[in-house]
C-alpha cells in the first residue's frame, strides 16, 4: 500500500521504517526541515536499535523522506498521523499539532479514498474531531475515515516492538477502514513477515502472530490511555512497596519474585527505582486524568501514582545525602541522563530533574551517557562536565551514582572503578547490581527497597541509623540490567 507517515519522531520515524519492511511504499513527512534534510542525508536523528539498517535497506522507492504533506497525502491511501501530543498548561493534550495537519490534510485532497490514522496519543473523542475538522475544511465526507492505532513501542526496543507487538489494536469505526488496516498489518498477521529470512530478530517469549483487537476509535483511544496509565501505577506501587522494605529491611527483589509469581500479577514492570520518566507516562497521565474529569470522574487514583512518582526521587536525593553526609562541594559521577537505556532520549528523565537538584546543592557533577550526552548539554547548566565512558567519570569521585538502566552500567569493571574513585561509594537508582557482590568488593553500595551494604564500614559516629547486612559473598554474577 502506499502509506504516508506525518511526523518523523520517535514513533513516525520508527513507524515509517517497519512498514516499509513490510512492504509497504511509505513517504515519511516531517516540517522540520533540519530532520528531512538529516534523513536524506543518511542520517538517523535518534538512538534507536536496528532503525539505521531498516531506513537503509528500505532507503529509495518503498522509504522516502520529504516535507510535502499536501503530496504525499496524494498519493496515499492511508495516512498515520505520527506528531506530538504534549501536554498543556492545564495537564490536557495539546492537540494543536494533530489539528493543523487534519487542516492540512482535507486541503490536500486527493480525489480517492483514504483512511486517516492516529498513531499519536490522543484523548478519547480526537477521532471524531479530526473528522470534524477536516469536513470543515473541505474533505468530502465519503472519501475519508479516520481511525485510531495506537502506539505501544518503548524507546529502546522500538522497531522490536512495532513488529513484535503484544497486540495491535484497531479501533475503527467502519468495516472499510478496519479493512485498510487489516492490510497495512498482513504481513504481520498472517505470520509471512515472520518467516523471512532477513526479519529483525524475534524477541524471546513473544506470541506470533500477534493478536489482533478490533474496537471502537472510541475504545482503542482509551485503551491506550489506560494502558499508560496502569503500567506508570505499576511503577508507582512497586516503588511505594519499595519504600516499605527500606522502612523495615525486607529486600524489594525477593518480594518483586513472590508477588510477580502470581499470573494475574506477573513480573514486568515490577522494577523498584527513581520512577518513570519520559515522554509518554508523564503526560499521558496527566491527560487522562483531564478526560476523566471533563467526563465527570474523578480520577484521584492517578493523582497518588504522580506524587510517589516525584517523592521517588526526593527520596534518592535523601539517600545521596544519608551516603555522603553533606553535599555541597561535593564531586559526582553521575552514570545515565537518558529517561531510560537504550535512548538517547531525556524528555521528563528523572536523571536530568536529579542532575538539577543534586546542582542546587552545589555538588560538582560529571556525567557520562552512551547516548544522551548531545541533547543533555543542550539543556543542562554550562557547568556539568561530560566524560567519554563510565570509568572516567568515575575519576576523583565522592560517590557515583547510577541512574540510568544501561546494559552497560551493569556490567562495569568494579576494581578499575573503586581504583579511579575518591572513596567507594554507589547510589544505584535502578538496582543494577547485587548488594553482598558490591559489599564483597568493599563498596558502599546503596540501592532501592533493599539492604544497604557497607563494603568499607563507617566509623561509629557517622554510621547510618539503621543498617540490614546481607552476608557477604565472593564473586558472584551481576544481573543483567532490567
Ligand atoms: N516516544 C514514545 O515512546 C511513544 C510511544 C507511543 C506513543 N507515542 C506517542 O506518539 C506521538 C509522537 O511521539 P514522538 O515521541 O514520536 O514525538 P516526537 O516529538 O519525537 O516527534 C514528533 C514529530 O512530529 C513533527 N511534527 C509536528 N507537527 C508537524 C506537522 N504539522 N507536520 C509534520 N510533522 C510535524 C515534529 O517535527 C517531530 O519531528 C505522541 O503522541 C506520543 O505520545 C510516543
Known sequence: MHI????????????????????????????????????????????????????????????????????????????????????????????????????????????????????????????????????????????????????????????????????????????????????IYRPMLDGSYYRRENKVPEPDGVRLPPPLIVTSAKSAELIKHASNAFLAMKISFINAVANICDGVGADIEEVCEGVGADSRIGQRFLNAGIGYGGSCFPKDLLAFRAVARNCGYDFRLLDEVVRINEEQRQRFIRKVRRALWTLKGKRLAVLGLAFKGGTDDIRESPAIALVRALLRENCAITAYDPAAMGRAREVLPAGVEYADSAHAAAEDADALLILTDWEEFAALDLERLRARMKYPIIIDGRNLYDPALMESRGFTYISVGRPEVYGIRPAAATAPQRRVLRPAVAGGELPKAS
Open 4 to 183: 504516508a507517515v506525518v511526523g518523523s519522531g520517535y514513533v513516525g520515524l520508527v513507524a515509517a521504517a517497519c512498514l516499509a519492511d513490510l512492504g509497504h511504499q511509505v513517504i515519511c513527512v516531517d516540517n522540520d526541515e533540519n530532520r528531512i534534510a538529516c534523513l536524506l542525508r543518511g542520517e538517523v536523528p535518534m538512538h534507536e536499535k536496528f532503525l539505521p539498517e531498516l531506513i537503509e535497506r528500505n532507503r529509495g522507492p518503498r522509504l522516502q523522506f520529504s516535507t510535502d504533506l499536501a503530496q504525499a497525502a496524494r498519493r496515499s491511501s492511508a495516512i498515520f498521523i505520527a506528531v506530538g501530543t504534549p501536554p498543556a498548561e492545564d495537564g490536557e493534550a495539546d492537540l494543536s499539532f494533530v489539528e493543523s495537519v487534519s487542516c492540512d490534510l482535507a486541503r490536500a485532497g486527493g480525489g480517492s479514498y483514504k483512511v486517516i490514522v492516529e498513531k499519536s496519543t490522543v484523548p478519547v473523542y480526537t477521532s471524531d474531531w479530526v473528522r470534524r475538522v477536516m469536513l470543515l475544511n473541505g474533505a468530502a465526507p465519503d472519501y475519508f475515515d479516520v481511525a485510531s492505532n495506537p502506539e505501544f513501542l518503548r524507546e529502546g526496543t522500538a522497531v522490536t516492538d512495532f513488529l513484535y507487538p503484544d497486540r495491535i489494536v484497531i479501533g475503527a469505526d467502519s468495516s472499510r477502514a478496519a479493512a485498510a488496516l487489516r492490510e
